[in-house]
């Protein structure tokens, strides 16, 4: 039988991964006041100094967490929209309305994006970040938007008004007891979607 080591050195991609994930609980459970290197890395389970060899600072690790749980709303809407197959209407509905269901109507994604909300006015990297995630989903939505409906007049305008909608409903949803449930906001969404496209 072969020795087992004593120890097992992670692989760089995957430590960096867990401090991100990390980060993301960390700002959920405590918000932007008690997120430190200390926390994250007590979170993370390693030394405390570790973050910083993976991160320059504790706004570069908040930053790239605010990126990855962009990209993970991003996977989850695509999945929606895949999954709605081809019609271009099913599609664009299906985007909208994946933000009303988990993982993306949930109340520890709603308090993780408080804590990077939070941090956008005192910290210009999460700023650009919280403009990168929130250009990448209208992007989407408008390339949805001009698939179902080329003639569009307005699809800028038309993206903004859904996007402001879709927000609304989501953190209503998110925070819980919401005055409606997740069948009456896709209905919403599928009539202003209507309204607007008329």
Do not use: K
Not at 35 to 44: F, L, M, Q, Y
Not at 133 to 151: K, M, Q, T, W
């Amino acid at each position: 039988m072969t020795a087992q080591p004593a120890f097992t050195r992670a692989d760089p991609d995957a430590r960096r991964q867990s401090l991100i994930e990390a980060t993301a609980r960390v700002l959920a459970a405590r918000g932007a006041a008690g997120v430190s290197v200390r926390t994250i890395c007590a979170e993370a389970g390693v030394s405390a100094g570790l973050l910083r060899h993976y991160f320059v600072s504790l706004s570069e690790a908040i930053a790239e967490t605010y990126r990855w749980t962009g990209a993970e709303i991003d996977r989850a809407l695509e999945e929606a929209v895949a999954a709605a197959g081809p019609n271009p209407r099913a599609r664009l509905i299906a985007y909208l309305t994946a933000n009303f269901r988990p993982p993306i109507a949930t109340p520890d994604l709603l308090a993780t994006y408080v804590a990077f909300w939070s941090l956008t006015r005192s910290d210009s990297a999460v700023a650009a970040v919280r403009a990168e995630v929130y250009g990448s989903f209208r992007h989407a939505l408008e390339g949805l938007l001009i698939a179902y409906r080329p003639d569009l007049a307005d699809v800028r305008v038309t993206a903004v008004a859904l996007t402001a909608l879709i927000d609304g409903l989501w953190l209503e949803l998110s925070l819980g007891q919401a005055p409606f449930s997740a069948e009456e906001a896709e209905a919403l969404a599928a009539q202003w979607l209507d309204a607007l496209t008329a």
